[in-house]
């Protein structure tokens, strides 16, 4: 039966029409996305209404939140690209081992911040950019979150297991159920139970517990074809030099976004807490908009890893195509809706704040320009990682937030004010599109270029 069940995925993953295997993907991922933003953006919204020193706190713990991301997500897109790739070479066995190192692996790194980040918790968020004004609000909210990394953490990496095996809708069980609990939450620990931003982190952690007991169950109960067992995690140091080497792109991606949201909080604090935080709230926006092209393309990678391993070229190359288009036309669309209507979606955070108003609205449109690009950056990213290409993808995943946004941001505000601070990422993801499109076509080619072998391989059979 088992067996039966596997060659069923197996042809399912290899023979549906790859626009319809990728949307099929793609749609409970970017549902997954979509919510785990919006409960970003209500923690933002609720969190703001107690003033905006408040708000600015909520930019200082996201720098955590997306340090804890990055743990999960480079493990799990490292250990799922892997067996994936396993899973299409029908080398079950190896994709287990993977699988339950990597789990492995991120007990230990998120308990290590766990740890570490609770005992010098003061000097974390100043480093973070904290002021003195903001300090004893980001300090409330960081002590809860610091606690839940470990549950956060485990949670991306089994997202991205199901996620790279096929089975997506599963993840976006757990992950959506998480997110529209802690929306409910919120108001309630905030409010009711007038516990201000330490209510948030509760509210966040409860919520996510609830996430990560959903998506092991998963596991446990046999609905996906990789086996977490502490039998099968690997006593090799290679092994988790590949899976970090593999997710070497995404820790560039999410770890460059927690470095990046540092440098730009410490830059912001400069012009006081209005700047902090309507830096905070335009991020969280951005994220929101963004992260319908990340649910694509991560809907995307398994169908791409698959047929790879599979040794489907021409799959791979028309899903490659077919994603950047559908990625670029949606960002389009939803970035001009938001360019349009954002200054009434500034004022729905901060309203009674004009300079919060004033800074986000020109920071919101700069943004929503440079986002009609990333489809084509976002899909080569993820194509050279699925494929493992890590160097090529590393370096692009270095691009947007380190190698160009990280010189711009601490560079133009000397020269340009508060703009310099609203322009940086525009800009930044303007040179990650002219380095992303070299790198989209060099693939393509090259995939064309192993489509004529195979053929000339089979033609000499």
Not at 234 to 260: D, H, M, N, W
């Amino acid at each position: 039966m088992e067996a039966a069940v596997r060659e069923a995925h197996y042809k399912k993953m290899t023979e549906t029409p790859v626009r319809r295997l990728v949307l099929k993907l793609a749609v409970p991922t970017i549902v997954s996305m979509l919510v785990s933003s919006i409960y970003n953006m209500a923690d933002t919204f609720f969190v703001s209404q107690l003033g905006t020193s408040a708000a600015g706190a909520v930019g200082i713990v996201f720098s955590i939140m997306a340090v804890i991301q990055a743990i999960g997500f480079t493990i799990g897109m490292g250990a799922g690209n892997l067996s994936s790739r396993r899973l299409g070479a029908k080398e079950d066995e190896q994709a287990n081992i993977y699988a339950s190192s990597g789990f492995f692996l991120g007990i230990v790194f998120s308990l290590l911040l766990a740890v570490l980040g609770s005992v010098f918790i003061d000097g974390f968020m100043r480093f973070l950019g904290a002021t003195e004004t903001i300090l004893p609000y980001a300090r409330a909210y960081a002590r809860y979150i610091l606690l839940a990394s470990p549950v956060m953490c485990l949670s991306f990496i089994m997202n991205n297991y199901l996620r790279a095996e096929g089975k997506a809708v599963y993840g976006m069980i757990g992950i959506t159920t998480g997110g529209v609990l802690n929306i409910a939450l919120d108001p309630i620990f905030i409010f009711g139970f007038n516990l201000g931003t330490a209510g948030a982190a509760i509210a966040t952690a409860l919520s996510q517990f609830i996430s990560f007991c959903i998506l092991l169950s998963m596991f446990l109960r046999g609905k996906s074809n990789l086996k977490l067992s502490v039998r099968n995690i690997s006593k090799k140091l290679g092994t988790y030099r590949e899976i970090c080497f593999i997710g070497l792109p995404t820790l560039a991606r999410q770890g460059l976004a927690s470095v990046a949201t540092i440098a730009l909080n410490i830059m912001s604090a400069g012009y006081g807490d209005a700047a902090v935080a309507a830096m905070s709230i335009t991020g969280r926006i951005t994220y929101f908009l963004f992260s319908f092209m990340l649910g694509l393309g991560q809907g995307y990678q398994p169908v791409a890893a698959f047929n790879y391993g599979a040794r489907r070229f021409d799959r791979v190359h028309d899903a490659t195509r077919f994603t950047s288009n559908v990625g670029t036309l949606a960002m389009f669309v939803v970035s001009s809706l938001c360019f349009i209507f954002a200054k009434p979606i500034i004022m729905a955070f901060r309203h009674d704040d004009l300079e919060v108003i004033a800074i986000g609205v020109v920071a919101l449109r700069a943004q929503c320009v440079a986002l009609c690009l990333t489809g084509i950056s976002t899909t080569a990213n993820m194509a050279l990682q699925c494929t493992g290409q890590a160097a090529m993808a590393t370096f692009l995943a270095l691009c947007r937030q380190g190698v160009f946004f990280i010189p711009l941001i601490l560079g133009l505000p000397r020269f340009l004010g508060i703009t310099g601070i609203e322009l940086a990422q525009p800009i930044a993801d303007v040179l990650t599109f002219a380095v992303g499109i070299v790198m989209y076509v060099g693939f393509l080619k090259n995939l064309k270029g192993r489509k004529r072998a195979q053929k000339a391989e089979q033609v000499s059979l």
